[in-house]
């Protein structure tokens, strides 16, 4: 079943279908319909990711989670992984930072050196950090939680949400015509997702354009906008900042 923002975004898309052609010329006197549908992709990525942080935060409570004990919890997390969500690996991690995941147990590796790491054996959550999963090499975004006892952190656990999985699922669900685009830009400008797979953690500002360079700059330092840019093609795209992830959703159209 659709989520409220996929319905929105297919009802938005059928009433643009009304409008005169949809071109880079004509864009901007669409604005009233653009605005909306990237708020509404913000809302069905958002909400999806937030989905999962639930779940986490509900496992965590747990005794299983709180034992520490991979035996004890990782029923629990396998039922979790296997729930529809769009998970590359679901995993405890322990204070050290070695973790097991649903699909091997133990690992043998560690993840004490991610940038989120620290974060969240002070007990703060981990939303939107990409990532190549060390246990899958899938490229991943994160999404953690601390596992609290007695008021320590004695783990987290996490999942490494595929973006190849997640764009492909949100591509689906919205039903963009083929002249249209959409993308996200992690906090560095790193693509978190894209309607192109094989875009996926690029950087735009090193494609070689300089008009998507200087569009690239606006997007980055604005809550929300519109920017033209020329790269495999000309586009018009709007712009909106997440205050959840604190990624920057897009959604344009390709001119002729």
């Known amino acids: 079943m659709k989520t409220l923002s996929a319905l929105i975004i297919s009802a938005i898309v ?31 990525s958002d909400e999806h990711i937030k989905s999962v942080q639930r779940g986490l935060h509900m496992l965590a409570d747990t005794n299983e989670a709180k034992s520490g004990d991979w035996e004890r919890m990782k029923g629990p997390l396998a039922d979790f992984s296997g729930s529809g ?10 204070p050290d930072g070695s ?29 939107g950090s990409l990532v190549i999963s060390k246990s899958t090499g899938k490229r991943s975004t994160v999404v953690a939680v601390p596992v609290i006892k007695d008021g320590g952190v004695v783990g987290a ?7 190849e999985e997640m764009s492909r ?48 700059k606006q997007m980055m330092s604005e809550p929300e906008g519109v920017v033209r840019y020329e790269f495999r093609g000309k586009k018009t795209v709007f712009f909106k900042r997440s205050t959840y992830t604190d990624w920057v959703y897009a959604v344009g159209v390709v001119g002729k």
Request: aromatic letters at 10%; glycine letters at 8%; proline letters at 3%.
């Open 14 to 44: 059928l009433s643009m279908s009304a409008l005169p052609a949809f071109s880079d010329e004509t864009a901007l006197t669409h604005e009233a319909c653009m605005k909306p549908l990237v708020s509404a992709f913000a809302a069905l």
């Open 85 to 94: 969500i769009t998970v590359a690996a679901v995993w405890f991690a322990n």
């Open 99 to 127: 973790y097991f995941t649903v699909a091997e147990g133990l690992t043998g590796l560690n993840i004490s050196d991610r940038a989120y790491f620290t974060g969240l054996m002070e007990g703060k959550d981990a939303v």
């Open 157 to 163: 656990l996490g999942a490494s949400m595929s973006v």
């Open 169 to 216: 699922m949100l591509g689906d669900d919205m039903g963009l015509p083929d002249n249209m685009v959409f993308y996200a830009l992690d906090k560095d400008g790193q693509s978190s997702l894209h309607k192109n797979a094989d875009l996926l953690f690029a950087y735009p500002s090193d494609m070689g354009s300089e008009s998507l360079d200087e569009a690239l």
